[in-house]
């Protein structure tokens, strides 16, 4: 193996756990403040949260939502590009065409937007006595998967409740993706009983890396996040994991070692296409 070959098999993931206030700028001008931090300490890519730029609720949606490209996009097209990092925008509310939709903008280190994940699961979900929460009172679903490049890898992207859906991790592992992200906002329900568990679960399942990116907890907050963002191997092994604070960790991502999981438990090549088969639907 080559020297670079070598170099391009590792690079530094930062994963950004930010405390999201009710002021739009602030928000904006933190997460800014936390992907130089990211990049001064080496991360070639960036995570950011859902909903990093204003608090999540139906009730938020259209107060926050703005077009793109907007005030929040650009704030984070010039913070790819001031840092060289690739930076997956968490989600924002993003209003086109007279509807609302949760949207993960990425950018590259040039600046430019590489492209823009819809949420494609709404998260509408009725646990009696814990929680209601019906995301699609007031947003539309996304209609499509979203793949980027990196000089090191491929990157899928979904957004918190697109995580449960086994068939689109596995969808983005055919397409070649070594690693998948979701900026999440899991809650006091749902967080202590399946985010780890649905992360760990992709993860091995693909023999992926799998990152995950939620708001830091604010208790005095309508929805309360679980926080707890986290980076799994393609053992399903937790690299890092942050706590409940707003904090950036960080993971070292090595592709030489996916390879030798890949080889050593080879279920890529010992699936029973001539039984079963998970495949998108071609988009119109």
Sequence with gaps: MSNLVKAMSKFRLAVVQLNVTKVKADNLRRAQELVKEAAGQGAK???????????????????????????????????????????VGGSIPEEDGGKLYN????????????LKHRKIHLFD????????????ETLSPGSSLSVFETPF??????I???????????IYAKRGCQLLVYPGAFNMTTG???????????????????????????E??????????????PWGEVITKAG???????????????????????????????????NAVPES
């Design 220 to 233: 005095a907050a309508s929805y309360v996040a679980w926080g707890h963002s986290t980076v799994v191997s």
């Design 125 to 136: 979900i009725d646990v009696p006595g814990k929680i209601r929460f019906q995301e699609s």
């Design 103 to 114: 949207t993960c903008p990425i950018f590259g280190p040039d600046g430019s937007m590489l």
């Design 45 to 87: 890519v960036v995570v950011l949260p859902e909903c990093f730029n204003s608090p999540y609720g139906t009730k938020f949606f259209p107060e926050y939502a703005e077009k793109i490209p907007g005030e929040s996009t650009q704030a984070l097209s010039q913070a790819a590009k001031e840092n060289g990092v690739y930076l």
């Design 160 to 170: 918190c409740y697109d995580m449960r859906f086994a068939e689109l991790a596995q």
């Design 244 to 278: 409940v604070e707003e904090t950036v960790v960080y993971a070292d991502i090595d592709l030489q070692y996916l390879a030798e999981v890949r080889q050593q438990i080879p279920i890529s090549t010992q699936r029973r296409g001539d039984l079963y088969s998970v």
């Design 192 to 218: 202590p009983a399946h985010w780890e568990l649905l992360q760990r679960g992709r993860a091995v399942d693909n023999q992926v890396y799998v990152a995950t990116a939620s708001p830091a907890r604010d």
């Design 153 to 158: 890898c491929k990157v899928g992207v979904g």
